[in-house]
Nanobody, 128 residues
Framework: QVQLVESGGGLGQAGGSLRLSCAAS????????MGWFRQAPGKEREFVAT????????YYADSMKGRFTISRDGAKNTITLQMNSLEPEDTAVYHC?????????????????????WGQGTQVTVSS
């Protein structure tokens, strides 16, 4: 099976930074894109950012632009989410996800239904 494990969550301060990582392991697969979503209590799952595996093209939700950066970690099946200028509204459980390489492709992959594998999530709490 494919396993996705998020790390780096915790308590951040408003205006500060946190860096989340997501490592994929298990069954070998080809990824088309990996992304981050978040979900706060009582709210719907929200798209954060995605990165295309081949060329590292990125796409962000409007509210994340200029604050969050998604990137690939070299040759590893790992992505990171650098979160700067944190706000209390960023408090949520952050999930990483993988879309397998299949056709037709979908880009940008901003819908939860675009993804095939999901991690358990990591809690991010931002205090004022």
């Amino acid at each position: 099976q494919v396993q996705l494990v998020e790390s780096g969550g915790g308590l951040g301060q408003a205006g500060g930074s946190l860096r989340l990582s997501c490592a994929a392991s298990g069954r070998t697969f080809s990824a088309y894109a990996m992304g981050w979503f978040r979900q706060a209590p009582g709210k719907e799952r929200e798209f954060v950012a995605t990165i295309r595996w081949t060329d590292r093209s990125t796409y962000y939700a409007d509210s994340m632009k200029g604050r969050f950066t998604i990137s690939r970690d070299g040759a590893k099946n790992t992505i990171t989410l650098q979160m700067n200028s944190l706000e209390p509204e960023d408090t949520a459980v952050y999930h990483c996800a993988v879309r397998r390489l299949s056709f037709p492709t979908t880009w940008p992959a901003y819908r939860a239904s675009d993804y095939d594998y999901w991690g358990q999530g990591t809690q991010v709490t931002v205090s004022s």
